[in-house]
C-alpha cells in the first residue's frame, strides 16, 4: 500500500503522536518508519487524496507537533511513497544529506515575506529619472500613429520596471537576511515582485518581525510587506 509522508526526524525525537490523526476520511492512523539515525512519520495513503481543507489542517497539525518537541524536516502536502520498505530505504540512502538538514533547522522556524509596490509610483519613478522614457513618451503622444516607438516605449518601460524591482528585490533580502540562518528565494508572484523565505532562530523571531517592520518603514507606503509565519521549514527541507 503507498505511503504518505509527514516529516523526517532524528531517531531521538519523541514523536509524541497521541491525539493526532493523519490525512484522509475517515482519517488513517499515523505511524512512524525507524532506521538507525532516523524516522519517518507516516501513514496509509487514502486513494483519493486531494487538498481538501480538513487534509490540509491533518497534515498541518502532524507538523506543528513534530516542530514543538524538535528538530523536524517538514514534507509538503501530498508526498507518497510506493510503501513503507521503500520509505526506509530512501532514509538510509539519504541519511548524511538528512541529518545536516535537520541540524540546520533545529531551534529554527519559517518566516516568508511577500513584497509589492505600487504600479503607478513605480512607474511615476521612471518617468522621472529616465530622460529616454520621456523622450519616448513625448514623441508617442505627439505622434499616435508612431507604432515603433510605442513598442520601443514599452518595451524600455518594461525593462526598467523589472530591473528595479531585482534591484528593490536583492536589497530587501539582503537586509533582512542578516537576521536569519539562511533565505530562500521563490519565484514573484503576480502581484508581488518578491518572494522570499528566511530561517530564523526561534528565540530571534521577534527580532526578526522588528526589523521586517522596520523595513516596511524604510520603504515607505507605496510597499506592502507581507509577512507570513511562523512556519515549518518547508523551503529548507
Given at each position: 500500500?503507498?505511503?504518505?509522508?509527514?516529516?523526517?526526524?532524528?531517531?531521538?525525537?519523541?514523536?509524541?503522536?497521541?491525539?493526532?490523526?493523519?490525512?484522509?476520511?475517515?482519517?488513517?492512523?499515523?505511524?512512524?518508519?525507524?532506521?538507525?539515525?532516523?524516522?519517518?512519520?507516516?501513514?496509509?495513503?487514502?486513494?483519493?487524496?486531494?487538498?481538501?481543507?480538513r487534509d490540509l489542517a491533518a497534515?498541518?497539525?502532524?507538523?506543528?507537533?513534530?516542530?514543538?518537541?524538535?528538530?523536524?524536516?517538514?514534507?509538503?502536502?501530498?508526498?507518497?511513497?510506493?510503501?513503507?520498505?521503500?520509505?526506509?530505504?530512501?532514509?538510509e540512502e539519504h541519511r548524511d544529506?538528512?541529518?545536516?538538514?535537520?541540524?540546520?533547522?533545529?531551534?529554527?522556524?519559517?518566516?516568508?515575506?511577500?513584497?509589492?509596490?505600487?504600479?503607478?509610483?513605480?512607474?511615476?519613478?521612471?518617468?522621472?529619472?529616465?530622460?529616454?522614457?520621456?523622450?519616448?513618451?513625448?514623441?508617442t503622444r505627439d505622434n499616435p500613429?508612431?507604432?515603433?516607438?510605442?513598442?520601443?516605449?514599452?518595451?524600455?518601460?518594461?525593462?526598467?520596471?523589472?530591473?528595479?524591482?531585482?534591484?528593490?528585490?536583492?536589497?530587501?533580502?539582503?537586509?533582512?537576511?542578516?537576521?536569519?540562518?539562511?533565505?530562500?528565494?521563490?519565484?514573484?508572484?503576480?502581484?508581488?515582485?518578491?518572494?522570499?523565505?528566511?530561517?530564523?532562530?526561534?528565540?530571534?523571531?521577534?527580532?526578526?518581525?522588528?526589523?521586517?517592520?522596520?523595513?516596511?518603514?524604510?520603504?515607505?507606503?507605496?510597499?506592502?510587506?507581507?509577512?507570513?509565519?511562523?512556519?515549518?521549514?518547508?523551503?529548507?527541507?
Amino acid at each position: 500500500m503507498p505511503t504518505y509522508i509527514y516529516a523526517i526526524t532524528d531517531s531521538g525525537h519523541p514523536l509524541r503522536l497521541d491525539g493526532i490523526d493523519g490525512v484522509g476520511d475517515p482519517a488513517t492512523q499515523l505511524r512512524t518508519i525507524r532506521t538507525k539515525e532516523l524516522s519517518a512519520v507516516v501513514s496509509d495513503a487514502p486513494a483519493d487524496l486531494r487538498a481538501k481543507r480538513r487534509d490540509l489542517a491533518a497534515h498541518q497539525a502532524v507538523q506543528e507537533r513534530l516542530l514543538a518537541d524538535g528538530a523536524a524536516l517538514p514534507m509538503r502536502f501530498g508526498l507518497v511513497g510506493p510503501d513503507d520498505d521503500q520509505v526506509a530505504a530512501v532514509l538510509e540512502e539519504h541519511r548524511d544529506t538528512y541529518a545536516e538538514r535537520l541540524e540546520e533547522v533545529d531551534g529554527c522556524l519559517e518566516y516568508n515575506l511577500k513584497v509589492a509596490r505600487d504600479e503607478d509610483d513605480l512607474l511615476r519613478e521612471i518617468m522621472k529619472e529616465s530622460a529616454e522614457v520621456r523622450r519616448l513618451n513625448e514623441r508617442t503622444r505627439d505622434n499616435p500613429a508612431a507604432q515603433d516607438d510605442k513598442m520601443a516605449l514599452g518595451e524600455m518601460v518594461s525593462q526598467e520596471v523589472q530591473a528595479r524591482q531585482d534591484r528593490a528585490g536583492k536589497d530587501i533580502a539582503a537586509r533582512l537576511a542578516e537576521g536569519a540562518v539562511r533565505t530562500a528565494v521563490a519565484d514573484p508572484t503576480k502581484s508581488h515582485f518578491l518572494n522570499v523565505s528566511f530561517l530564523v532562530r526561534r528565540e530571534e523571531a521577534g527580532a526578526f518581525s522588528e526589523a521586517v517592520h522596520a523595513e516596511a518603514e524604510r520603504l515607505g507606503e507605496t510597499y506592502t510587506l507581507n509577512l507570513h509565519g511562523p512556519l515549518p521549514p518547508y523551503s529548507f527541507v
